[in-house]
């Protein structure tokens, strides 16, 4: 069973939706990526929830969260992720995309407050660094696009491997992306440096890499081994970046034995 909540963390509302998993389950507190309501992972969520009690966030400026006129750096990301953490009682924090990266500044500020993580290819760019592989036109066009109102067929050319029902949700949903929100996470993959942050996870930790796409690539995979030879790391093979989105046994098959 799933039901949204609302509950105050960090001096804002937060939007997260629950999926019950067995009596006594771990919790789970799911994170997405920049442009991912939390309403679109839900039959991630519904799986992982056979393990986990998942509770699955609207991160500020996206969803049902609060939006507008806020502070959207990475470590204001980070503190929402610590506060609800310290509301659920230290759960596991997985974070795809974006979220992985949230998840790594969070313990880098508040390192008591989760009890592992699962990192789901996180952008390893940076300052230095090569560019994230996906173009800013992508979100910005297809947010004001969604602004004005768009079909399942207009979303299919920004999202062509979807289902139907995945470009249902995203056309429905995406408009709720706040544009400045997600300028300045986009902006943030480019300039906020996650890899000073890896050596300070000592938490169980596992980084999930998509094997058909190049956001961790072999040498950012060979780095965080350099970095953190404790983080395990698991590929999928052939996924995209949206890795449920292209293979979602092979994701559960990645992420479900995790233990911390």
Known sequence: MAFGYNTHANGIRQHLIRYDGPK?????LLIPGITSPAVTWGFVAER?????????????????????????T??????????????MGNPIVMGHSMGARIAIR??????????????VDPPMSGPMRRAYPSKWPWYGDSIVMAAKGCSVEDMRAYC????EEQLALRAEWLHTCHWGAIRIAFDGFH??????????????????????ATVVDAEDQA?????????????????GHMIP???????LGAVLDFTA
């Open 24 to 28: 006594g389950a771990p919790k789970l």
């Open 48 to 72: 992982l929830a056979e393990r986990f009690e998942v509770h699955v966030l609207d991160v500020r400026g996206r969803g049902l969260s609060e939006t507008g006129d806020l502070d959207y």
């Open 74 to 87: 990475l470590d204001a990301l980070a503190d929402d992720a610590i506060a609800l953490a310290r509301q």
């Open 106 to 119: 969070a313990n880098a500020r508040d390192p008591e407050a989760f009890a592992g993580f699962l990192l």
């Open 160 to 163: 062509p491997t979807w289902s």
């Open 191 to 212: 300039t906020d440096d996650i890899h000073q942050d890896l050596p300070k996870i000592t938490k169980p930790a596992r980084l999930v890499i998509a094997g058909g």
């Open 223 to 239: 780095e965080v081994a350099e970095l953190n030879p404790a983080i395990e790391q698991v590929i999928v093979p052939g996924a």
């Open 245 to 251: 989105w292209d293979d979602l046994e092979g994701f």
